[in-house]
């Protein structure tokens, strides 16, 4: 398994002072997603609250990489590595990090770069010298800079998982060769991407081809009874209608059974998108429980 973060996890508000234990929610966040194994992380607006400087203390010891490729100092100098590569089970999975454009963290000279050039640039580095398997991007980047990247890298990139305009779960929607992954939002859930890799070309969404395969069902009833219709028809004008009906049906199935049949022919490279909601359904860690509620103790406005 690779844990992943896309960002915008520590800080409730990208302006310093609205919390006065943000300092401490952020450090314990950082400390418990190390402790739960993530590799990596993307640092996005709601990270870089107290500074890039904050940052770089609290991450002083830890095995979870903060990646940026395109945020920069006033020397234009990275503050961030822009990638790591992260080796599951025999897969080699290059990971990129992406911040918004334009001034960051209310620091002097710290600028992101445009970051669709700095994705691709970075993911074509990883597969031309580090050989990866999968390139995922982690986008902590508004959602159409990360629809952009998406149409743009080509088959560099395999996975965007983008974080930024708390846009909740979604479906994961390929526009090309990328496949773009909503994460969710406020760490209400956890994402679940289950991937088959080998082989070449873009992944192939199984749950797309099984959601086609249940419309067909219906529109295969729909265009029996349609024909049924249009035996019984006894004037011209009804019977032109239905002819007109189930054609347009016919056109229909047809595309369905292009995008049910890539789910039959037991691909190599396929994913299949998920979450996990973190209700009461899921139990909690007594320990980490206490910790938190030392800084949001029940009952309070920020519990």
Do not use: C
Request: proline share 6%; aromatic share 4%.
């Amino acid at each position: 398994m690779l844990v992943l973060d896309a960002g915008n996890a520590l800080f409730k508000s990208p302006m310093p002072g609205g919390d006065p234990k943000e300092k401490e929610r952020a450090a314990l966040l950082l400390e418990l997603m190390d402790a739960m194994g993530t590799s990596a992380m993307a640092v996005g607006t709601r990270d870089l609250t107290l500074g890039t400087d904050f940052l770089t203390r609290s991450m002083k010891g830890r095995k979870m990489k903060l990646l940026s490729a395109n945020l920069v100092d006033a020397a234009g100098k990275p503050l961030f590595a822009a990638s790591t590569v992260v080796t599951v089970g025999e897969v080699k999975f290059g990971l990129v990090g992406l911040s918004p454009e334009g001034p960051a963290g209310g620091q002097p000279g710290v600028v992101g770069k445009p970051p669709v050039p700095a994705a691709i640039a970075e993911a074509r580095r990883l597969r031309a010298k580090e050989k990866v398997d999968v390139v995922v991007v982690l986008a902590a980047v508004p959602y159409p800079d990360a629809v952009k990247l998406s149409q743009e890298a080509g088959d560099s990139v395999d996975f965007i998982l983008q974080s930024h305009d708390n846009r909740g779960q979604g479906v994961a929607q390929r526009n090309d060769f990328a496949t773009l992954v909503p994460t969710g939002e406020r760490g209400r859930q956890i994402g679940h991407l289950t991937l088959s890799v080998g082989g070449k070309g873009p992944f192939v969404d199984l749950t797309e081809s099984e959601r086609a395969q249940q419309n067909l069902k219906i529109l295969d009833a729909n265009l029996q009874q349609a024909r049924q219709s249009l035996a019984a028809a006894q004037d011209e004008r009804t019977r032109k209608n239905w002819q007109e009906t189930i054609t347009s049906f016919e056109a229909r199935r047809k595309a369905l059974a292009l995008q049910v049949e890539p789910g039959k022919q037991g691909l190599e490279r396929t994913q299949r998108l998920s979450y996990i909601q973190l209700g009461g359904a899921v139990q909690d860690d007594a320990e980490v429980k206490k910790r938190v509620e030392r800084i949001e103790p029940p009952g309070s406005a920020s519990h």
